[in-house]
């Protein structure tokens, strides 16, 4: 029941939380932990119901059903002026009207801090977000990463006990959005507050965050560290959204693994015996000569793609016998990415090695 | 070769000779400059010189120059001093300046429901604000008695809670008065707030909310400031009007419900006093210059 909470020192706590908008489910059954000072992601393409999740957090939108607690404490009928929560606004929303210093002192005079306390901390801020000087400009006469900034300060004033982001990089350019990510980064660890940010891009998400969860048609489908939701995705939408990965749908016999590949053997097998498997193009490795042996296939170079860092290979794997008759699904292109060689020649043969460990059982729907 | 006029410039995508420019920027300016000159500064004047003039014997204009008129004005007429003409000015422009409150009150709600409509019946309820403008104030006002009077429902309703006597009208009276301009002046007033409504910045309010504002905060620190645009045309639009409203007072405020406009319009018929006449709307004339000039050093427009 959701009435009763056993880990009340989890930060914010999303329960059971659901939301349409009038036909349209944006949130089906979410819930969420949000350990307290963690960063926090929300990832998912548009329209997956992140920023309505986020709305929802923030008391800017009413959950149909379920409930948010935050340090324990229902905040859920709670409206956004009454949560220790801020957020910064996708599009900043500056006061256009306010200069930079009435901007970012906004919340604590609505609360009636003395001007002292006022100058005090906004000071404090605008110093912190490399702001200073800017106090009597007006917004429209900042850069878009200033705006940014002003935007985090004026949020983060209140020291509130969560800071939600919504797509807080998307206004910026390439170049800006790697530094601003590392920034916003420290100042998560500096200022020890819980930070939620609502992204689409998978890299940012996995460069910054403490925990994501990926969301897709109104359903988290998997929490996790970056690292074990990239590594061990459990459906197919999770292990394509995060990086390009190759999907294999696949029969259990036994403890081997028969796909359209060949046969292999998995560290972790699957409980299914109808499914797919999955595995990243650079945990497939290109070996020189043939060694024979388990989890080993022939391919032949279709495409090279070249970026300077890595070589990417799309290959033709070679037919392996006769068709199985139990196993009917042809197999694709495979795509490999090599850091070892910078040069493989269109139409050569290579020898591919699928490591046990990295050959991972999704759960969702058999083929 | 500096300092030399360019012979052609580029001018919106035009290249051009700086000359036909200029031609065509006067070709373009003058008409109106001609019209405002002979259909506004020079009766403004002519206005200035009546109120100087005295009425002859019948009615007639005696251009013989004294400040009479401006001393009655005043309040220094034939009989001893009268502050009734002042009396009727200020009231003029206290009415005027409640209708406008009365109608800001009522615009900004009227104008955010209609923008939170979908895009569908936010036509329908557009017309029904504009569809005033088609029929003429007289005929409107007159429509108001007819509501107003002893036998409908509205006059029975404040005779039971006994705000006025049993079988009699709601009219005339401030109440009536107050009704009329208000439903006359509201399209003007929404109008120009709903442009600013429209385009209003929701994220605003929302931030807002999110830094612990009030919800008159939200008003005063987010709504406002957006729509000050709008608010202040409505504002001109409809006091400036308001100030000289005739109308709406002769027909629902009775005899003793008189505003400088009735006066205007009496000095120029009944009394055929022109030249006081004359005083009585350049005094209007000041009053509304001055009340928007006051306005604007407070920022309100």
Known sequence: MINQIDFVDCGLLVREVSKNFGPTTVLNVVNLDVRQGEFFTLLGPSGCGKTT???????????????VFLDGRDITPLPASKRQINTVFQ???????LKIYENVAFGLKARRFSQKDVDDR??????????GGLEHRYPHQLSGGQKQRVALARALVNEPEVLLLDEPMS???????ARVQADLRRLQRELGTTFIMVTHDQDEAMMISDHLAVMNDGDVLQVGQPRDVYTKPTNQFVAEFLGATNILPAVRHGDRVMTGLGDFFMQH?????????????????????????????????????????????????????????????????????????????????????FPPSHLVALNDQPF | MAGKRPKFISWRGDVTQPYKLRLKALGLTLPPLLWLTLLLTLPCLGLVALSLATRGQFGEVVWTFSPDNIKRLLGFGHFGWSSDFLYILFRSMWVA??????????????????VTRPPKTRVFWLILIIIPFWTNVVVRTYAWLLVLGPKLPPAKLAAFLGLIPEGSALYPGQFAVFLGMVSTFLPFMALPLYASVERLNWDLLEAARDLYASRV??????????????LSVGIVVTFVPAMAMFVVTDILGGAKYMLIGNLIQQQFTQARDWPFGAALSLALIIMTLITMALFRSRQVL
Not at chain 1, 171 to 177: C, E, F, I, P, Y
Request: charged share 20%; net charge negative.
């Open chain 1, 53 to 67: 999740l986020l709305r929802i957090i923030a008391g800017l939108e009413l959950p149909d059903s379920g409930k």
């Open chain 1, 91 to 97: 599009s900043y929303a500056l006061f256009p009207h």
């Open chain 1, 122 to 131: 906004v000071g404090r801020y605008l110093e912190m977000l490399s702001l």
């Open chain 1, 171 to 177: 206004a910026l350019d390439a170049h800006l959005r």
């Open chain 1, 269 to 353: 097998p699957p409980d299914w015996v109808k499914g797919r498997l999955t595995i990243r193009p650079e945990h497939i490795e290109v070996e020189n000569a043939d060694q024979g042996g388990a989890n080993r296939i022939k391919a032949q170079v279709c495409e090279t793609l070249y970026s300077g860092a890595a070589l990417d290979l799309l290959l033709e794997p070679e037919p392996v016998g006769d068709p199985n008759p139990d196993f009917p699904v042809r197999p694709g292109q495979v795509k490999v990415r090599t850091y070892t060689r910078d040069h493989i020649d269109r139409g050569e043969y290579v020898n591919l090695f």
């Open chain 2, 97 to 114: 300046l409640i209708t406008t409150l009365i109608c800001v009150a009522l615009a900004y709600p009227l104008t955010f429901h209609v």
């Open chain 2, 217 to 230: 905060q939200v008003f005063t620190k987010a709504i406002l400031p957006q729509t000050k645009p709008g």
